[in-house]
């Protein structure tokens, strides 16, 4: 039988202080990065994109690929990508009803546990992509 994976997304976006761009869900008390699922046909880099004009209203470039993330338990890979802002504006959705940027020690009690490695991973390893299994 052929293993198929679900595919998920994610964009670690800095402002020029080293803040993070959080995203507080609608649905949930939680913040998480922007980002979710690929659609059908779609590469990750251009479903990235997608889902953070989707969820920020922001246009950005993909500097690198931070890191592969492999939840074997739920056959799903998530890759998170580290990128700028080149356009757009923060603007609320039916998603997101708090779009902010959090400096790394300051981060919400509130948020995704697995998205703080994903931000960690970023700060503590500019430029290097990290392949962990979750």
């Given at each position: 039988m052929k293993t198929q994976f679900t595919i998920g997304v994610f964009g670690i976006v800095l402002d020029e202080q080293k803040r993070v761009l959080l995203c507080h869900r609608r649905d949930h008390d939680l913040w998480n990065l922007p980002g979710g699922g690929i659609e059908n046909g779609e590469s990750p880099w251009i479903g990235l994109k997608r889902e953070v004009k989707e969820e920020t209203g922001l246009e950005v470039d993909i500097i690198n690929l931070v890191g592969v993330y492999s939840k074997s338990d739920k056959n799903e890979i998530v890759f998170s990508f580290f990128c700028k802002v080149i356009g757009g504006?923060?603007?609320?959705?039916?998603?997101?009803?708090?779009?902010?940027?959090?400096?790394?020690?300051?981060?919400?009690?509130?948020?995704?546990?697995?998205?703080?490695e994903r931000i960690r991973d970023v700060i503590s390893s500019p430029g290097k992509t990290i392949y962990k299994s979750q």
């Amino acid at each position: 039988m052929k293993t198929q994976f679900t595919i998920g997304v994610f964009g670690i976006v800095l402002d020029e202080q080293k803040r993070v761009l959080l995203c507080h869900r609608r649905d949930h008390d939680l913040w998480n990065l922007p980002g979710g699922g690929i659609e059908n046909g779609e590469s990750p880099w251009i479903g990235l994109k997608r889902e953070v004009k989707e969820e920020t209203g922001l246009e950005v470039d993909i500097i690198n690929l931070v890191g592969v993330y492999s939840k074997s338990d739920k056959n799903e890979i998530v890759f998170s990508f580290f990128c700028k802002v080149i356009g757009g504006k923060i603007t609320l959705n039916n998603e997101a009803d708090k779009i902010e940027y959090f400096e790394f020690d300051k981060l919400p009690s509130n948020i995704f546990k697995n998205h703080i490695e994903r931000i960690r991973d970023v700060i503590s390893s500019p430029g290097k992509t990290i392949y962990k299994s979750q």
